[in-house]
């Protein structure tokens, strides 16, 4: 079984930073891709960044110059490095894994922009 867990989420203020991770453990192979994805109340969940296992990167145009998703291949771990935050940016933010033919996600974590 694979288990993603995340950290790095809280209350910020608009204009900072917060860096999310995302560290998978157990039976990890053939990681085919990490991604963001991001939840705001009301409203459905959308691709944030994802990173494929060729390093390629895509982001959703509302974050793209502000967040940088990187992974450590040794550590089975995705980040989210979130700059110059926005209200808008409010929301929960799930990795996932693309592993083999399966599919994992993370509990989430709360990242709240708010002055």
């Known amino acids: 079984q694979v288990q993603l867990v995340e950290s790095g989420g809280g209350l910020v203020q608009p204009g900072g930073s917060l860096r999310l991770s995302c560290a998978a453990s157990?039976?990890?192979?053939?990681?085919?891709?990490m991604g963001w994805y991001r939840q705001a109340p009301g409203k459905e969940r959308e691709l944030v960044a994802i990173?494929?296992?060729?390093?390629?990167?895509n982001y959703a145009d509302s974050v793209k110059g502000r967040f940088t998703i990187s992974r450590d291949n040794a550590k089975n771990t995705v980040y989210l490095q979130m700059n110059s935050l926005k209200p808008e940016d409010t929301a929960v933010y799930y990795c996932?894994?693309?592993?083999?033919?399966?599919?994992?996600w993370g509990q989430g974590t709360q990242v709240t922009v708010s002055s």
């Open positions: 990173i494929t296992s060729g390093g390629s990167t």
């Open positions: 157990g039976s990890i192979f053939s990681i085919n891709f």
């Open positions: 996932n894994f693309g592993l083999g033919v399966y599919l994992y």
